[in-house]
């Protein structure tokens, strides 16, 4: 296989990236449209809501993608190269963001009722595409892993084969989507508070990358972490508390979802 793998339609070669990155977008809008709780949310809010999530999203992802290596981004800004700054992000800095735009958005439309559980499976569905078009993209967006002598390295193209963490990513998100789906079935819905899902969702997802990025080629400047640990460690600090307040039966009384 040569990477990138461009996807051929007619006489187009498309980019991987671009192409899955736009499916994971579709797609996963649809599933959401699909699957969302009807009747919980009026319309407008519900825009608002995806508004606030889009653009906290967008900011989120570019914002920590530039503390990956921060003397280069300062580079790029003092040379006045807008399509390096502009070019990578982060999933992580993308939930991250995207939550604090959904929070922002639900105070500003006055709605206080959790709203997260609905993002989950659209959420899954979309960073699998995506991974997939990571994957086909090779060695271009730095998503791959270090080198490695496992049986199941990847050569993306320069002789050396690397983990497909990609590939890992892919099977730990539908792992997580399936537990979680098992999880709604036993417990039912009436005995989860609203937005455990999303809770159990994002403080799972935070766990693996923070595990993960140890074998990821990016800067590990801060004390032997990346920019995507360190957003992981601070979310997984706020999402500790949420979650110990509907799992531990004492803390029932501080349950607070999102």
Wanted: with cysteine; glycine share 14%; net charge positive.
């Amino acid at each position: 296989m040569s990477f990138p793998v461009y996807i051929a339609i007619g006489s187009w070669q498309l980019h991987p990236h671009i192409v899955f990155e736009s499916l994971s977008y579709f797609i996963g809008f649809r599933v959401y449209l699909w699957s969302r709780t009807k009747g919980g949310i009026p319309p407008l809010v519900g825009l608002q809501i995806i508004a606030g999530a889009m653009v906290g999203a967008a900011a989120g992802s570019k914002l920590l993608f530039w503390l990956e290596d921060p003397l280069l981004t300062a580079s790029h800004v003092a040379a006045g190269d807008w399509t390096a700054l502009l070019a990578g992000k982060t999933i992580v800095g993308g939930l991250l963001g995207g939550l604090i735009g959904v929070e922002l958005a639900k105070k500003l439309a006055g709605w206080k009722s959790s709203t997260g559980d609905d993002f989950v499976l659209p959420l899954i569905v979309g960073m699998c595409i995506g991974r997939i078009g990571c994957f086909l993209t090779g060695l271009e967006d730095g998503t791959h892993g270090t080198p490695t002598s496992w049986p199941i390295g990847v050569d993306f193209g320069d002789g050396v084969p690397r983990h497909p963490a990609q590939l890992y990513e892919i099977a730990f998100l539908i792992g997580l989507g399936t537990a979680l789906h098992v999880l709604r079935i036993r417990r039912g819905d009436a005995s989860l508070p609203p937005g455990a899902v999303f809770q159990l969702f994002m403080a799972a997802y935070l766990l693996f990358r923070f595990a993960i990025d140890f074998i990821k080629p990016t800067p590990h400047f801060y004390l032997g972490l990346n920019n995507i640990q360190l957003a992981c460690a601070a979310g997984l600090m706020y999402y500790a508390p949420l979650l110990s307040g509907w799992i531990d039966p004492k803390k029932r009384g501080i349950r607070h979802a999102r």
